[in-house]
């Protein structure tokens, strides 16, 4: 796939909410392949922590994965913390990592992987 097309879903995210702070496409290694900071928008955690907190979730996804068979497949993961909220899910055989304010909501999470994956799920596979 064309890297312009994956920086054509990041795009999709960040146009979805301005509370969107991170937007990224992930390989099956946790390689970023597209996306990244929101412009303007400063990182919460030092430049050196970047890999080891890709590496981390990248990490207990793939972990997640032996599950599936007893209850399918994740459909999103979504953390909430005191400064920053993160969703990952899948779209095809790469990850979606977002990053948002603290206010943005579970179901306006929901809602954005349901836009992201029926706009671009073809094009993934």
């Keep these: ?22 937007a990224a496409i992930l390989d099956e290694t946790g390689r970023i392949i597209a996306g990244g900071m929101r ?7 030092p430049q050196s922590e970047d890999l080891r907190l890709i590496a ?11 599950w599936d068979k007893y209850f399918g497949k994740t459909q999103f993961n979504f953390i909430k913390r005191e400064r920053v909220n993160i969703m990952t899910f899948y779209l095809g055989r790469k990850l979606v990592l ?3 304010e603290p206010d943005f909501s579970l179901q306006q999470a929901e809602e954005l992987r349901n ?10 596979l």
Excluded at 1 to 22: G, H, P, S, T, W
């Design 115 to 124: 836009q992201i994956t029926t706009n671009h799920e073809r094009e993934f």
């Design 56 to 66: 981390s979730i990248t990490i207990q996804l793939n972990s997640d994965r032996t």
């Design 1 to 22: 796939m064309l890297a312009a097309q994956y920086d054509k879903v990041c795009n999709e995210i960040f146009k979805f909410d301005r509370r969107i702070r991170y």
């Design 98 to 100: 977002v990053s948002m």
């Design 39 to 45: 412009r303007g928008v400063q990182s919460l955690e």
